[in-house]
Nanobody
Framework: QVQLVESGGGLVQPGGSLRLSCAASRSIFNINDMGWYRQAPGKQRELVAAIDAGGRADYADSVKGRFTISRDNAKNAMYLQMNSLKPEDTAVYYC????????WGQGTQVTVSS
């Protein structure tokens, strides 16, 4: 059973940046389309960024131009660089395959507030 561990969240002021990391217990990133998801309080989990096995990325309109997804197959890791953060980006962020096929990890909390 593959395990996913997200890290890098925290409290940041509007306009700030964070870099999230996703580590997998075994190599999956090079053979799967992957995604970063988030769930805000009272809302459904949503996909915010995706990267396919060929490295092509796509983003939700709400984060386009501000977030960048990347992957390091050699390190079994995936990243989400988040710039120009807004209060509405506040959520728990998760990584998973696209579509999700692995048990969800704990996620990492991102709070954007002044």
């Amino acid at each position: 059973q593959v395990q996913l561990v997200e890290s890098g969240g925290g409290l940041v002021q509007p306009g700030g940046s964070l870099r999230l990391s996703c580590a997998a217990s075994r190599s999956i990133f090079n053979i799967n389309d992957m995604g970063w998801y988030r769930q805000a309080p009272g809302k459904q989990r949503e996909l915010v960024a995706a990267i396919d096995a060929g490295g092509r990325a796509d983003y939700a309109d709400s984060v386009k131009g501000r977030f960048t997804i990347s992957r390091d197959n050699a390190k079994n890791a995936m990243y989400l660089q988040m710039n120009s953060l807004k209060p509405e980006d506040t959520a728990v962020y998760y990584c998973n395959t696209l579509p999700p096929s692995i048990q969800w990890g704990q996620g990492t909390q991102v709070t954007v507030s002044s």
